[in-house]
């Protein structure tokens, strides 16, 4: 019931920057938590970063400082500035919506990040 669509990744150089977008569609859920998520060939998937519908967000240790997450006003599009990527970013990213006081997640299809000189 619930569609999210990511763009906006690329290729970039060490130290370079890239954003992402997501936008979720249908039936989706008034209390929510929106999010993104990356998965590296061979790795297991982990969170980046989460954000609340009031604004709050949450990182993983290792982006903190680097990475802000926010949220469109008024619509379910979240987005994801990264800066000073490295080679250990490099990952397909996806998007996430999990709803408050339920069990249901969705996910986007994914969007490829590579960091390489």
């Known amino acids: 019931q619930v569609q999210l669509v990511e763009s906006g990744g690329g290729l970039v150089q060490p130290g370079g920057s890239l954003s992402l977008s997501c936008s979720a569609s249908?039936?989706?859920?008034?209390?929510?938590?929106m999010g993104w998520y990356r998965q590296a060939p061979g790795k297991e998937r982990e969170m980046v970063a989460t954000i609340t519908a009031g604004g709050w967000a949450n990182y993983a240790d290792s982006v903190k400082g680097r990475f802000t997450i926010s949220k469109e006003s008024g619509v379910n599009t979240v987005h994801l500035q990264m800066n000073n990527l490295n080679s250990h970013d490099t990952a397909v990213y996806y998007c996430?919506?999990?709803?408050?006081?339920?069990?249901?997640?969705?996910w986007g299809q994914g969007t490829q990040v590579t960091v390489s000189s």
């Open positions: 996430a919506v999990h709803a408050i006081g339920g069990a249901a997640n969705y």
């Open positions: 249908g039936s989706v859920p008034g209390f929510n938590v």
